[in-house]
């Protein structure tokens, strides 16, 4: 650090900072996850989400309702 210092002219400050600023974007592409799958189950077939999601007794006002009581309001538990 020393040696960069004297070869730079730069405070330790501004040589830190200047390393942080060339050195952080090769940083987080190398160690911040990938996009796309982060697990290695397949997929369910579409088929068997609609049938999943797709369930009209579970969206009843009745349901609602339950949900709703089931839920903290005003932060409240």
């Given at each position: 650090m020393a040696e960069a210092q004297a070869k730079s002219g730069l405070s330790r400050n501004q040589l830190i900072i200047q390393c942080v600023r060339e050195a952080l974007p090769d940083v987080l592409a190398k160690f911040l996850p990938k996009p796309g799958r982060l697990t290695n189950v397949e997929p369910l077939p579409d088929e068997v989400l609609d049938r999943i999601y797709s369930k009209p007794e579970e969206e009843d006002e009745a349901g609602v309702r339950q949900l709703m009581?089931?839920?903290?309001?005003?932060?409240?538990d």
């Amino acid at each position: 650090m020393a040696e960069a210092q004297a070869k730079s002219g730069l405070s330790r400050n501004q040589l830190i900072i200047q390393c942080v600023r060339e050195a952080l974007p090769d940083v987080l592409a190398k160690f911040l996850p990938k996009p796309g799958r982060l697990t290695n189950v397949e997929p369910l077939p579409d088929e068997v989400l609609d049938r999943i999601y797709s369930k009209p007794e579970e969206e009843d006002e009745a349901g609602v309702r339950q949900l709703m009581a089931a839920q903290a309001f005003g932060g409240e538990d």
